[in-house]
């Protein structure tokens, strides 16, 4: 079944005024929200399997295009993460979701934590793919921190599409205000943290501090030696689905 046969695209107007593109699934509760990537949305492979488990499971689904992503609204230019973590928490009370699972790949592995302590009453567990928390300090040279901090836009070669990647001045001046790895982060739920050891863009030692960082004493990390970044092969799918269906029945 496609996701558009499961849930059809629907628009919210979010907190700046924008169209915020989303899918949501009514069902049973934690519900399943999806995070994406950097540059990246809501028709991923790993967001659209989680969605087709969740209906099969009777279970409630969000997933969801950042604004100036995917098919919302806005200019990706003006995204940060603050403006992202406020849109996720917008359409998670909109969709009138109590209690969710925040699943994030890459850079969304750091917005769930923004998220988590947005709305902590509303947070039951994480899992993080490939968690890109803090990728504004460990992510760049020194050079093009000068560049970032001048107010200048830099371009880095994208492995995963002709058009070089864009890091604009304030998301990375907002992501250094948004760190989380340098203190406990405060979250005592379930984590589970898989990452790719052959991962060329995040380094997996980024999901032991991560692990380190949190609060939370059920923290569990699972490297798979031969993964990548996006960990969309058949079997890595496979890997998440199991991951979220092993979690404690009510997040925690």
Known sequence: MTADAIAPVAHHTGPDGLRLAHR?????????VFLPGYMSDMAGSKAEAVLAHAAAQGRACLLLDYSGC????????????????????DLIAAS????????????????MLLVARAIPDRTAALVGIAAA???????FSE???AQLAAGRTI???????????PTHA?????????RQLGGTIPFDGPVRLIHGQADPDVPWDVSLRHAA?????DVQVHLIKDGDHRLSREQDIALLLRTLDALPADGG
């Open 70 to 89: 995917g098919l919302s609204e806005g200019d990706f230019a003006d995204g940060t993460l603050s403006r992202w973590r406020d849109e996720v928490v």
């Open 213 to 217: 960082a949190l609060r939370s004493a």
């Open 133 to 139: 928390p803090d990728f504004t300090d460990w992510g």
């Open 143 to 145: 050079a093009q921190k």
């Open 96 to 111: 009138g979701i109590a209690r969710a699972v925040l699943c994030g790949s890459s850079m969304g592995g750091w917005l």
């Open 24 to 32: 949501f699934l009514s069902g049973a509760e934690p519900a399943l």
């Open 170 to 178: 304030t998301f990375w001046q907002d992501g250094e205000a948004q």
């Open 155 to 165: 371009f880095e070669d994208n492995p995963y599409g002709p058009e070089p990647t």
